[in-house]
Every structure is written in C-alpha cells, then in structure tokens.
Nanobody
C-alpha cells in the first residue's frame, strides 16, 4: 500500500525557515513525479511546487518562487521542501503528493497524498 508521510511542520516567526520532508513507501519512487500542495483555512488547496521523476525539472507557484526549493533523493524515497523567508500568508496545511511520471500538467493528476502537516507563521 502506498504511503506518504510528511514531517517538519511547526510554528515559526515571519522571516524564518522550515524544511518539510515526505517519506514514500509502497511505490517505485524513481518512477514518480512528486509535488507539494497547501490548503489555508477557508481556501481551496493550491499547488506549491513539483519535481519530475528524474529531479531534472522543477516547478513553482509564483507566490513561492525564490523562497521555496523542492528536491528529491530517490535513494532515500524522500522529497523535501525547503521554505525560506516565510510570511503569515504561508500558513497552511502542507500535503505531499505523488503521481506516475508524465510530461503534462504538473499541477494536477496526483494519485497519492500524505496526511498533511501544519505550518504556522506568526507575525
């Protein structure tokens, strides 16, 4: 059974940093694209970042470009999201997601999801 488990969330002051991790099991990790999404209270879930199965290509929402970095280590079955210069608008539940590697619509069509981890940024 596929399982994605996030860690690294917490409470941080504005301007601070956090690194989220997502450990995957039950799938052949090197064959999957990985993504991060978030959902703030009262809002729809939104795309944050994605990385291709090879790790060669990365994609970011405009709101996080220059501040967040996605990476993956296939040998560890783990994807990371390094978050710098956090602001209160980044407060949300962050979700890790996986899909079979493909070359279209990197913001959608994810098949597997983690349970989410809370990130709270105080001002």
């Amino acid at each position: 059974q596929v399982q994605l488990v996030e860690s690294g969330g917490g409470l941080v002051q504005a301007g601070g940093s956090l690194r989220l991790s997502c450990a995957a099991s039950g799938l052949t990790f090197r064959l999957y694209d990985m993504g991060w999404f978030r959902q703030a209270p009262g809002k729809e879930r939104e795309f944050v970042a994605a990385i291709s199965l090879s790790g060669v290509s990365t994609y970011y929402a405009d709101s996080v470009k220059g501040r967040f970095t996605i990476s993956k280590v296939n040998a560890k079955n783990t994807v990371y999201l390094q978050m710098n210069s956090l602001n209160p608008e980044d407060t949300a539940v962050y979700y890790c997601a996986a899909r079979r590697g493909r070359r279209d619509d990197y913001e959608a069509k994810y098949d597997y999801w983690g349970q989410g981890t809370q990130v709270t940024v105080s001002s």
